[in-house]
């Protein structure tokens, strides 16, 4: 693992770093915010998955979340959202190829070789931040924009018993339903739509899976609910499972890290208050 | 006044808005937040100058103030730091020309037509935000970030009474004796040096200028501390005036926005005991 750069924020140390990931086959980069802490004590750490077209660096500089990390000494882990380099294939559309990993680990070519964002997020990078950065990987919690709302929900769905707390920001509720999944699980793991309940959060829901809680935060003026997000469906599954969630309607907020920034430090609250006791 | 944009966060309006500029012969874009407020109400205002290559998009995006605006009732205004557009003779430095307007009115060939920053931010820009945003022009604070902390102390220092609250993040304090200054001052006003002391705080508080009060967050990190921003240049200053300043040198912090949003909250809260009261 290689420092890219560090910067003093909060009273922490804001850090972007890349290492050489064995799952997607490339170099990869992340951000790291490390809250000021006694010399030896581990942290909870606090997951956020980007959306479509995003890096770590959107979050990182727009997402608003130092301070609170600071004053709950919670740890930022903001991984990037696919492959990147030269040797990946990628594609003309934003919703599609690099900056649009979907947090699947892909099976169709010419995919397949890089495009392994699930086996990285789930993984690899964990694996990593435990060794070089003073968390407690015991205390995790995890959350995730649009496509990284997604990711968040079908990593925690997958996982039980590894995140104490999810959350996300106007999330992709199910792939199967809407126009953005259908085309991308359909080009990373090929048309046979059974195989894509794995990476769709309703469908998890009503397959079984439980979260411990949920907190979601939904833009009444996001461009994207109506087509893309239709937060109903997820409303709509709690509810057949009985699963606790909270899913707000923001009147007037839209898909925008304004959106996001306004809602993240209530969201690392709520995380704070289930990792810390 | 056009409207570019508009996003609704923490409660309020972001918004980023263009108009003719009379002062600068071009078209000027800044951004605003008004936070949520009563109908009728107005509300104090603080204007944020930016620094060198940043236009009103860094702190809309970076700065981290929308949070405490929103707590205290604080309309935010960022304008941009020169004129824009292909007629606007430039510079290859980004030190000078187009995004280092250093809040001067140029009087030299070819920068005299355009970049009148000055006029522009002093007048014309004031006059515009009474007219269309909910503002209480009693109730000014000013602040800003490198050359644009030049920009706030320098325009708070000419007009007394103006300002009920001054601030600065790592300001250039005197223009006189560093590179940039001496760059931009010998470029747009002339080889005459006595031209330059209103462009220079230290020189202006020598010359009997004074302000209310004054907060300066300055990170000792700064790798252009030594040579530009030369702190210590504006502590002698207001010591041999006897004026009342809080100036700190913060532990490990740099020039960047990173420092910037560790401290803004803390600087909007100062600005409003003082706006409030």
Known sequence: METVST????GGIQG??????????????????????????????????????????????????????????IVFMAPDTSPRGDDV??????????????YVD????????????RRYIEQEL????????P????????????????GALT?????????????????IVSPLHCPWGEKA????????????????????????????DLLVDQGTADNFLAEQLKTYLLEEAVARAGMPATIRMQGGYDHSYYFISTFMAEHVGWHAARLQG
């Open 185 to 212: 699980l359909t080009g990373y793991i090929g048309a046979d739509r059974a195989h894509w309940r794995q990476y769709d959060a309703c469908a998890m829901i009503d397959d079984g899976a439980r979260l411990p």
């Open 126 to 133: 964990p694996a990593l931040v435990a060794q070089h950065f």
């Open 7 to 10: 910067n003093r924020a909060h």
């Open 16 to 73: 972007v770093y890349t290492h050489a990931s064995v799952a997607t086959g490339t170099p990869m980069t992340f951000s790291v915010f490390v809250p000021d802490h006694a010399p030896g004590a581990v942290l909870p750490v606090l997951w956020y998955l980007s959306g479509l077209t995003c890096t770590h660096a959107n979050v990182t500089e727009k997402g608003a979340y130092r301070a609170a990390c600071a004053e709950y000494g």
């Open 106 to 117: 892909a099976t169709e070519a010419p995919w397949a070789a890089h495009f392994r964002m």
């Open 89 to 102: 294939p990628d594609d003309e559309a934003y919703d599609f190829g690099k900056g649009a990993g979907f």
């Open 155 to 171: 990593i925690a769905l997958r996982n039980p018993g590894r995140f104490r707390s999810v959350s996300a920001f106007a999330p």
């Open 135 to 150: 968390v407690n990987m015991a205390r995790q919690g995890i959350t995730g924009h649009s496509m990284g709302g997604h």
